[in-house]
């Protein structure tokens, strides 16, 4: 069978795999920002307790792998009463431990803002919760785009697991069709080459879009 | 199903990991061995002076970049016996994992070797030291502490993604407590007791890469804060 018939028989369960992919991609994307903003914000605080929740969540999810992690909200919180939706339960592991290391780039950036704006902002007398919101986070962005972009390429990799715990992303249909072909080099080979599609020409490309943006919007020309 | 933590299960079912987390360990360990050496190569292959092949390792190196894991698992495991070359599991696993985090390592000792001040190229020139010396006596011994924090980082990585090779069925930890769990129709205490064997493994090896990392930033002379 040559390439061509088996993109013309397979191609088009090879793409409703991926816009799962790209679902489980967008969904996770999401949550991890959601979520490496709010312990990014609380491993800086000045509160010990609240720093100390923040360390503990961030070593914990980076701790432990994220095979182990979406495995055991798959199979395990049934116990515990809770039971999730493979396609949940994979976007909730990824996003949750995407957002452990998302919370070091985004403390990493709010570190990295310089001294003098901080204290402009002691010396207008702005509250805390103003001086975070209307000074420091907006000039993280172009600190922490590069690196999230990474992480976020990072991510779409991670999205590849969900098929282990019976999400029908592109990985699980190729390999079900690997199964009932045995053309692994087909399937494989297309199912890699999308991927690296989206990667490329999709994600990369958008990213960077978002960095020069960032940078604009701070009166930042990019070097 | 009550999810009731079972003691005598988890007591019955340890000794069973813990052997599988050798293995765990040991693939990890030959895997990272092979990425150190294959992302060698690819430095070296970025680094020649014929354009065609500078392109080319680039390009693949950006596609093992771009692609996850987990299909490359796959295609490596799979695609062989396609044309009567039979890989085992093992051999497979460790062929992926090193080309995989070669491709990682590679980037980091680029970033080494480029952490190396220019000036120091320009005085082995102008003190007539032929290449191959510049490059053993002047510029790896300071790219190399560069290099160990992200060579560590990429260490702890390979190990966290070893539960990958239980899908195409290594023996390792993640692979043991499957079966544990399929045999007894628990899976409660051995996959929580995975996620502890991994934490009380990766945050000594994390924390002492950060200790590393800040001596030899010390010793470098750059202190950071």
């Keep these: 069978m040559s390439y061509f018939s088996f993109l013309a028989e397979h191609g088009s369960t090879l793409l409703l795999g991926t816009v799962t992919t790209v679902k489980v991609l967008i969904c996770a994307t999401i949550?991890?920002?959601?979520?490496?903003?709010?312990?990014?914000?609380?491993?800086?605080?000045?509160?010990?307790?609240?720093?100390?929740?923040?360390?503990?969540?961030?070593?914990?999810?980076?701790?432990?792998?994220?095979?182990?992690?979406?495995?055991?909200?798959?199979?395990?919180?049934?116990?515990?009463?809770?039971?999730?939706?493979?396609?949940?339960?994979?976007?909730?592991?990824?996003?949750?431990?995407?957002?452990?290391?998302?919370?070091?780039?985004?403390?990493?950036?709010?570190?990295?803002?310089?001294k003098g704006q901080w204290e402009g902002a002691y010396a207008l007398n702005f509250s805390p919760a103003k001086r975070m919101r209307r000074i420091i986070l907006p000039q993280i962005f172009p600190i922490i785009l590069p690196p999230a972009a990474n992480l976020t390429v990072e991510l779409l990799k991670a999205t590849a697991l969900v098929a282990l715990v019976t999400v029908v992303d592109l990985t699980f249909e190729a390999k079900q069709i690997n199964s009932i072909t045995w053309l692994s080099a087909q399937c494989f080979g297309t199912a890699l080459i999308i991927y690296y599609i989206i990667s490329r020409f999709f994600l990369v490309p958008f990213l960077r879009w978002l960095e020069v943006l960032a940078a604009r919007k701070v009166g930042k020309e990019r070097l | 199903m009550n999810a009731e933590w079972k003691w005598d299960f988890a007591y019955q079912i340890l000794p069973k990991l813990l052997w599988a987390t050798l293995n765990t360990i040991m693939a990890a360990g030959i895997g990272y061995a092979i990425a150190v050496i294959v992302g060698m190569l690819f430095l070296l292959g970025q680094r020649t002076h014929y354009k065609i092949i500078n392109i080319l390792v680039r390009e693949i190196v950006e596609f093992i970049r771009s692609t996850p894991l987990l299909i490359q698992l796959f295609f490596v495991y799979f695609v062989g016996p396609q044309f009567g070359i039979v890989l085992s599991a093992w051999v497979s696993a460790m062929i992926t994992i090193g080309l995989h985090f070669g491709t990682y390592l590679s980037e980091v000792y680029r970033g080494a070797l480029e952490g190396v001040p220019k000036s120091q190229w320009e005085a082995c020139r102008a003190l007539n030291f032929s290449t191959i010396y510049t490059y053993k006596r002047i510029i790896f011994p300071q790219a190399f502490p560069i290099a160990i924090p992200g060579m560590g980082n990429y260490l702890v990585g390979i190990f966290k993604d070893t539960p990958l090779l239980s899908t195409i069925g290594v023996a390792e930890l993640f692979h043991a407590a499957t079966a544990v769990g399929g045999y007894h129709y628990r899976y409660l205490e051995p996959y929580t007791m995975v996620g502890v064997i991994f934490l009380t493994l990766s945050i000594p090896a994390a924390m002492s890469i950060r200790k590393l990392e800040r001596s030899v930033n010390k010793a470098q002379g750059k202190v950071k804060n």
């Design chain 1, 31 to 114: 949550l991890y920002v959601i979520i490496s903003i709010i312990f990014g914000l609380m491993r800086v605080s000045n509160n010990s307790a609240i720093q100390g929740v923040a360390t503990i969540y961030i070593e914990f999810f980076r701790g432990t792998s994220l095979m182990v992690q979406l495995f055991w909200v798959y199979y395990v919180l049934p116990f515990f009463g809770i039971s999730l939706e493979a396609f949940t339960s994979g976007v909730v592991a990824i996003g949750m431990n995407f957002g452990a290391y998302g919370a070091e780039i985004v403390r990493g950036g709010i570190i990295a803002v310089p």
